[in-house]
């Protein structure tokens, strides 16, 4: 059964702290996704990467870094976590190329900034 | 940005149909219908290709103007289980590769 892992369902951190949110995936795909999720705005993609050590911005990447080492990890960091990066945190893979079909989704994570 | 989805919620009675729109002020490779339950990852629909080709779904049926940019998505007979929150995506082109863009999605209740 393929599988998006995220590493942690609820967390909850001090303005300030940085704060490492970690995604797996177990398909050897080779695109990954972080998007935040809001309430009334739906799904906004943060930054992706289609590759090793590639990345690229989305549509709402201040205050984000992202981290692709290994294939199967993509890394989301919030460098200095502030109260309106307080969301739902999802996670996304799917293979390369136009039109290649279904993403797969992590199951989220909570993450509340006090 | 963002394609924007209409309504932004409906309830409705088991056995009735439901229709959700999207649309989007750029051309439209493709699109992606998703649906999520609540407290669960969105899950997969159906894509549909320019040029008509669709995959997806046996019990839910959608449509692609590429002209007017739209996407429509066809709740025929609604059951329960149909309820959660729908989002459509599109593809970007981006520098050597492409993005995956939601839209602002639906929220569906099906009540018994």
């Known amino acids: 059964d393929v599988k998006v892992t995220q590493s942690s369902r609820y967390l909850v951190k001090r303005t300030g702290e940085k704060v490492f949110l970690e995604c797996v995936q177990d398909m050897d795909h080779e695109n990954m996704f972080w998007y935040r999720q809001d309430p009334g705005l739906g799904l906004r993609l943060i930054y992706f990467s289609y590759d090793v050590k590639m990345k690229e911005k989305g549509d709402i990447p201040e205050g984000y870094s992202v981290s692709r080492e290994k294939k199967e990890r993509f890394s989301l960091i919030l460098e200095s976590a502030s109260t309106n990066q307080t969301s739902m945190y999802l996670c996304?893979?799917?293979?390369?190329?136009?039109?290649?079909?279904?993403?797969?989704f992590g199951e989220g994570s909570r993450l509340t900034v006090l | 940005q963002q394609p924007v989805q209409s309504p932004q919620a409906v309830i409705l009675r088991e056995g009735e149909d439901a229709v959700i729109n999207c649309s989007s002020s750029?051309?439209?490779?493709?699109v992606h219908w998703y649906r999520q339950k609540h407290g669960e990852a969105p899950v997969f629909l159906m894509i549909l290709l320019k040029g008509g080709e669709q995959k997806g779904h046996e019990k839910i049926s959608a449509s692609f103007n590429e002209k007017k940019q739209q996407s429509s998505l066809y709740l025929t007979a609604s059951q329960l289980s149909y309820s959660g929150t729908y989002f459509c995506g599109t593809e970007r082109r981006t520098s050597g590769t492409y993005k995956y863009i939601f839209g602002t999605g639906t929220r569906l209740k099906v009540l018994a």
């Open positions: 750029k051309a439209l490779y493709s």
């Open positions: 996304a893979s799917s293979l390369a190329g136009q039109g290649s079909g279904e993403l797969f």
